[in-house]
């Protein structure tokens, strides 16, 4: 949550919102070279806790609490996606787009 402070809009938003979210997962220490390869390249998919949904749902509660949005039902649309990637903490990408 402490990173989306610095992006929260001046005023709750009161429109439609179309969001995208990519959570970045760390590659387990034990994989091969082969593997990490291509979990490098987004060839192999990350089927592993914690479940997709549920990152979902954190982002946007955190979202919500920090008051992006009047309420969470304004999101019409999410496009979500985790994969790995060789770091050895978790990242979030999201982007919002308004739909007025």
């Known amino acids: 949550m402490f990173y989306l ?17 990519i959570c970045y ?3 387990p220490k ?12 987004g060839q192999v998919p990350h089927i592993k806790k914690p479940d997709l949904d549920n990152l979902l749902k954190n982002i946007m509660d955190c979202m919500t609490k920090l008051q992006f949005w009047r309420d969470d039902s304004l999101v019409f649309e999410t496009h979500a996606l985790k994969r790995y990637e060789d770091n050895l903490s978790c990242r979030w990408e999201v982007e919002l787009e308004t739909i007025t």
């Open 25 to 27: 997962m760390p590659i």
């Open 5 to 21: 402070k610095e992006h929260v809009p001046p005023s709750p938003i009161e429109c439609g919102v179309k969001l995208k979210v």
């Open 30 to 41: 034990s994989t091969s070279k082969k593997n990490r390869a291509l979990m490098e390249l």
